[in-house]
DNA sequence: ATTCAATGAATAGGCGTTCAATCAGTCCGC
DNA sequence: GCGGACTGATTGAACGCCTATTCATTGAAT
């Protein structure tokens, strides 16, 4: 194509690109209201269709089928992580501990937040295929790589006891993924502030030199 | 029915009875090995009958249905743990700390035999229906009991600082499972035994009094 | 007049489940 | 022994249902 060079703001192209970026958010949340519902098997594009107001055919044009529509599901709640934790930690300071307790309550945050996304991420994800797969794996370490960073710094200054910090940082994100895998067995006896309060403890008790 | 009292071994009952406990295992193996490879939803009964070397039909003679097949091998993984994990415990004598560490070791080291159909356990147990997530739920925290009992009797004995110890337990079972769930990640670096080691270290030093 | 978003009926294929038919032992009267 | 019911295991083609995807058509904006 290449038509137009510098196109003006508010200009056709722009107007297009929003009203792509509407439609595909419509989509995304039906489909995510629905897989939250019934998990992916059980959604069909119809029923997506009719939750997001608009015809089956629609979805066609703006995703390249029902498997591409789960890949942007997934792949939008874990962006919710990548984005919030590593803000948290930068935001707390210097201290590796502050950075650890805020990250981890943050990441917890996120997690009680969208607890049925993050559960259809956890369930659905080996649908994928081995690129949908690789990008999922690449987010999720991306999100918790700041653990990693503050471990270290803190075995660096004598904080922490040596210990390996990937083991640690791999713990913290699956007491995280703990509180939405099994909210039904933890959350019956702790609210969220008790359950971040309480790994917490246990997390950092096991560092501390 | 109630047609022969005290029937002698190797009666026609007696073999009936053992044919249906083989029947039943082909199928519950053909269909793990598919499942494994394939997931619930991609599993086709006449997949299962041609893997189990029968016809479909006959897998309806054992099984009320797909769902059916699901839920028994599910439990069938589940009932590994349930039946090592205790008795590895109470094998390891009387203190807490050797029994938190010979209950772990074994529970890794079932997830590690069985990842795959552990793995399976963990994505399809929501496909179950009410009934079916209860029996897994109940098998689990048969499971991981052991290790509260144990943390409550450490903490008693003041070898333990007072932590909650079913959060505890949690978080040994958490990370059991992550051995299974992220070992794309953790297997890359440690072997079992190794992750084992550190993650015992880890967990024991969190809770020491 | 042209472009392109939007529709939704029709297509095509897959699969769980059923069931009438077949097969293989077991029992019993002779 | 022996043949002929009888019982229960086994088969697999056929049925019925469901849904992802397509595409000829319509509608609206420029």
Redesign the interface.
Known sequence: MLSRVSSPVGSREARAEARVETRRRQILDAATRIMIRT?Y?EMSMQAVAEDAGMSVGLIYQYFGGKQEVLRAVIVDILDAFRAEVPAAMSAAGDDPQAQLAAGFAAFCAVIDEKRAGA?LAY?ES??LDAAGQAEI?RLE?ETIDPFRAAVEAGIASGVFRP??A???A??LK??A??WA??H???GA??DLAAYVQ??L???L???RA
Do not use: C, M, S
Request: hydrophobic share 45%.
């Open positions: 998990g098997h559960l369930r080996q649908t794996i370490q210990v390996p990937d083991l640690v791999h713990n699956l007491a993924h703990g895998l099994k039904w067995d933890v006896r702790l309480a790994e403890d246990l997390h008790a096991a560092i």
